[in-house]
């Protein structure tokens, strides 16, 4: 991602206020200010759940149940679709069942996300951002079709579930 990945104290910070003073803050801004820092990953993630910096291949987030993977996983994505970084994306789950359920659709997927959503055309697997960015979904069961497309960038989910 373009944004640093320095610590946020901006979350922290505004809880750490008293309620007058955070009614104060949120009081003086326009309905869309309010929207876009709602919005604002990089201000309410953990320093955990952001890529590394520098130059990398491959990002393992390791962490338990409510560690923020998912979240995590679709944010990065997102991004890298909507800002044109990445046009080809592979979606790979355990099952597809998976992918659809949790990666896509669930509450931390990329479906649930406040900014730009992409298009959802689940009989085609897939997901159309309006740039024209594509990420195709795929089972870990069947890795021979992954054999063929070419991907930019690949999200894969719960490995230590994967059949092969």
Same mark, same amino acid.
């Given at each position: 991602?373009?944004?640093?990945?320095?610590?946020?104290? &901006?979350?922290?910070?505004?809880?750490?206020?008293?309620? !007058?003073?955070?009614?104060?803050?949120? &009081? !003086?801004?326009?309905?869309?200010?309010?929207?876009?820092?709602?919005?604002? /990953?990089?201000? /309410?993630?953990?320093?955990?759940?952001?890529?590394?910096?520098?130059?990398? +291949?491959?990002?393992?987030?390791?962490?338990?149940? $409510?560690?923020?993977? #998912?979240?995590? %996983?679709?944010?990065?994505?997102?991004?890298?679709?909507?800002?044109?970084?990445? +046009?080809?994306?592979?979606?790979? $789950?355990? #099952?597809?069942?998976?992918?659809?359920?949790?990666?896509?659709? $669930? $509450?931390? %997927?990329?479906?649930?996300?406040?900014?730009? +959503?992409?298009? =959802?055309?689940?009989?085609?697997?897939?997901?159309?951002? +309006? !740039?024209?960015?594509?990420?195709?979904?795929?089972?870990?069961?069947?890795?021979?079709?992954?054999? %063929?497309?070419?991907?930019?960038?690949? /999200?894969?989910?719960?490995?230590? =579930?994967? #059949? =092969?």
């Amino acid at each position: 991602m373009s944004k640093p990945s320095e610590p946020s104290c &901006g979350a922290a910070l505004i809880a750490s206020l008293p309620p !007058n003073k955070r009614e104060l803050i949120w &009081g !003086n801004w326009s309905e869309s200010e309010r929207e876009s820092f709602l919005a604002d /990953w990089w201000f /309410w993630s953990r320093l955990e759940q952001r890529p590394p910096k520098g130059d990398w +291949r491959t990002w393992v987030f390791l962490g338990g149940r $409510g560690a923020g993977k #998912t979240r995590a %996983g679709a944010e990065w994505v997102s991004f890298r679709a909507r800002q044109g970084l990445s +046009r080809r994306i592979g979606l790979i $789950g355990p #099952t597809f069942h998976d992918v659809r359920e949790v990666m896509v659709a $669930g $509450g931390s %997927g990329l479906m649930s996300l406040l900014h730009e +959503r992409p298009i =959802y055309e689940a009989s085609r697997r897939r997901l159309i951002w +309006r !740039n024209g960015a594509q990420a195709q979904c795929f089972s870990a069961e069947d890795p021979d079709s992954l054999r %063929g497309p070419q991907f930019d960038a690949v /999200w894969c989910d719960e490995l230590c =579930y994967w #059949t =092969y």
